[in-house]
């Protein structure tokens, strides 16, 4: 069955930096796009960047400029780069992909930007 599973969470004060990563399983991982959401405490999960099977990058207005999804087909593995890290940006991050119209998710990595 298809398995995502997130690491790479933490602690981070403002300004800093953060590499998320997303292993999967159960998917012909070239082959799919691969996603990144977050969910903060009391908001509905909101979508972050998106990679596609040929590696095209789109972003949020909210990341752009700050995180950068990256892949790696050998791996599969999907990877979330974000710099210059706000407050704001605190959540619980989760990889995401879609297959057969049905959307699987892991379950979540937790990353506090905070002084």
């Known amino acids: 069955q298809v398995q995502l599973v997130e690491s790479g969470g933490g602690l981070v004060q403002p300004g800093g930096s953060l590499r998320l990563s997303c292993v999967a399983s159960g998917i012909i991982f070239r082959n799919n796009n691969m996603a990144w959401y977050r969910q903060a405490p009391g908001k509905q999960r909101e979508w972050v960047a998106t990679i596609t099977s040929v590696s095209i990058n789109i972003y949020a207005e909210s990341v752009k400029g700050r995180f950068t999804i990256s892949r790696d087909n050998a791996k599969n593995i999907v990877y979330l780069q974000m710099n210059s890290l706000k407050p704001e940006d605190t959540a619980v991050y989760y990889c995401?992909?879609?297959?057969?119209?049905?959307?699987?998710w892991g379950q979540g990595t937790q990353v506090t930007v905070s002084s």
């Open positions: 995401g992909t879609r297959l057969g119209g049905s959307d699987y």
